[in-house]
């Protein structure tokens, strides 16, 4: 939900982001070519795009929380939320604030229930 907020509040500046929703919101393999190249288009423009930032902080969190040993899990955590700490991505920052708050938690449950499920 991060994405999509930070996706409405840039759209007032950006009209490209307009009908761009669900294409940040799916997963990658369930978008269609055209799809696909819309998104591809946006993340090129990472170091500049809000929404870019923000749709690649979540992928790099669901990238993390499918490895499946706690004590990396725990450390990649932990330079996760701080370089989004670091960013401009405001609503991504409060996902950090609660990896941060729920971080032995979520280390643990690696451990016991596979796979969790985090929406974003």
Not at 28 to 41: F, G, T
Not at 83 to 111: T, Y
Request: with cysteine.
């Amino acid at each position: 939900m991060a994405v999509d907020e930070t996706r409405r509040r840039e759209q007032r500046t950006d009209p490209s982001l307009k009908d761009m929703r669900w294409v940040l919101l799916k997963d990658r393999s369930k978008l269609s070519p055209e799809q696909r190249e819309d998104l591809d288009a946006l993340t090129v423009r990472y170091t500049t795009n809000r929404v870019a930032r923000a749709w690649k902080y979540r992928e790099q969190l669901r990238d993390i929380l499918d490895r499946k040993q706690p004590h990396v899990v725990s450390r990649m955590l932990r330079q996760w939320c701080s370089n989004v700490m670091r960013s401009k991505v405001d609503a991504m920052k409060g996902v950090a604030r609660l990896v941060r708050r729920h971080l032995e938690a979520m280390s643990l449950g690696l451990v016991i229930a596979r796979p969790m499920v985090v929406r974003i």
